[in-house]
């Protein structure tokens, strides 16, 4: 079983930085993909990054790219997400995730661990 904390989300304004975490409890994290998604208000659950298990690939949205980087530190079972320029599209409930499966996949369906989320609101 793997339990999934997020923190480091809140108020900010356009244009500004913000890194969300994401805290792992499992004994073998660097064997699990892990990823971010988000939730906009009236909207579907999105993919937004994902990142293998030693760091090496990353995969990103259109959406988000350039803007946003997904990191991991095995050492501390942790998986980040540095938010910069952001703008109010970016405003929604941030979620991490893990899947041993299915690599680098967007799907939320190839997640079989979620947390239970952090707000981000970008002010405009």
């Known amino acids: 079983q793997v339990q999934l904390t997020e923190s480091g989300g809140g108020l900010v304004q356009a244009g500004d930085s913000l890194r969300l975490s994401c805290a792992a409890s499992v004994r073998t994290f660097s064997s699990y993909f892990m990823g971010w998604f988000r939730q906009a208000p009236g909207k579907d659950r999105e993919f937004v990054a994902a990142?293998?298990?030693?760091?090496?690939?990353?995969r990103y949205a259109d959406s988000v790219k350039g803007r946003f980087t997904i990191s991991r530190d095995n050492a501390l079972n942790n998986v980040y997400l540095q938010m910069s320029s952001v703008n109010s599209e970016d405003t929604a409930i941030y979620y991490c995730a893990a899947n041993q499966r299915y690599g680098l996949s967007s799907l939320q369906s190839a997640y079989a661990y979620w947390g239970r989320g952090t707000q981000v609101t970008v002010s405009s």
């Open positions: 990142i293998s298990g030693n760091g090496g690939s990353t």
